[in-house]
T-cell receptor
C-alpha cells in the first residue's frame, strides 16, 4: 500500500493553462516536501511545508498543506513548457525519520 | 558549492555479479540517503547513513548494503544482481538528515542495468 497517493498520475495541458496536482494520505505527516524531477536527473526540492493549512508561493507555483497535515496540493498558474517534469511529494511522519515519496505526477506542458 | 556527485552515471552488469555505487555529498553534509527509483515502484528508501552509522533502513533484502566513510562519502553495494535490480539509484545529501533536514539535495543518480 502506497502511503502517499498523487493524482493525476499523468497530465498533459496547453501552455498558459492552470493545473492542480494532489498528494493524499490517510496518515499524518509532520512535514511535506515537493520535488520536481527531469529526465536523467535527480529530484530537485521545490518547497517544504510544516504547518497545517500553510500556503507557500514560489512564483507561479502555490503549495498548500492540508489543515490535518494528511494532504497537500500544488497549483501552477499559466503553465509553461519549462514546468514539464515529474512532480513528487514526500513526507516525514513523526517518529519515523524516513522520507517517503508519493507515486508521482508526470506533467507535460504543450507549447 | 559543489553538488552531490554520484559515480558512475551508467552501469551495465550481468546477473549474479555485484556492483558498488559511490556518492559524494555536499561539503559539510553528514547525512546520506539512498533511494531506488523504478517506473513501477517509484522512489523507494534503501538506507540512511549519518556520521558513518546506518541510522535507518528500508525494506530491501540483505543483498543491498552500504557504508559511509569519515569524509561523509558513501557507497552502496548490491551483491548477486537480479534483473529486477535494474533501476536509477539516487543519493540524497542533507546537513543532518531526518525530519530536521527540511530538504534533501539529490545527485543525478546511477542508472544500473542488469542483463
Amino acid at each position: 500500500t502506497q502511503l502517499l497517493e498523487q493524482s493525476p498520475q499523468f497530465l498533459s495541458i496547453q501552455e498558459g493553462e492552470n493545473l492542480t496536482v494532489y498528494c493524499n494520505s490517510s496518515s499524518v505527516f509532520s512535514s511535506l516536501q515537493w520535488y520536481r524531477q527531469e529526465p536523467g536527473e535527480g529530484p530537485v526540492l521545490l518547497v517544504t511545508v510544516v504547518t497545517g493549512g500553510e500556503v507557500k508561493k514560489l512564483k507561479r507555483l502555490t503549495f498548500q498543506f492540508g489543515d490535518a497535515r494528511k494532504d497537500s496540493s500544488l497549483h501552477i498558474t499559466a503553465a509553461q513548457p519549462g514546468d514539464t517534469g515529474l512532480y513528487l511529494c514526500a513526507g516525514f511522519q513523526r517518529g519515523n525519520e524516513k522520507l517517503t515519496f508519493g507515486t508521482g505526477t508526470r506533467l507535460t506542458i504543450i507549447p | 558549492k559543489a553538488g552531490v556527485t554520484q559515480t558512475p552515471r551508467y552501469l551495465i552488469k550481468t546477473r549474479g555479479q555485484q556492483v558498488t555505487l559511490s556518492c559524494s555529498p555536499i561539503s559539510g553534509h553528514r547525512s546520506v540517503s539512498w533511494y531506488q527509483q523504478t517506473p513501477g515502484q517509484g522512489l523507494q528508501f534503501l538506507f540512511e547513513y549519518f556520521s558513518e552509522t546506518q541510522r535507518n533502513k528500508g525494506n530491501f533484502p540483505g543483498r543491498f548494503s552500504g557504508r559511509q566513510f569519515s569524509n561523509s562519502r558513501s557507497e552502496m553495494n548490491v551483491s548477486t544482481l537480479e534483473l529486477g535490480d535494474s533501476a536509477l539509484y539516487l543519493c540524497a545529501s542533507s546537513l543532518v538528515g531526518g525530519q530536521t533536514s527540511f530538504g534533501y539535495t539529490f545527485g543525478s543518480g546511477t542508472r544500473l542495468t542488469v542483463v
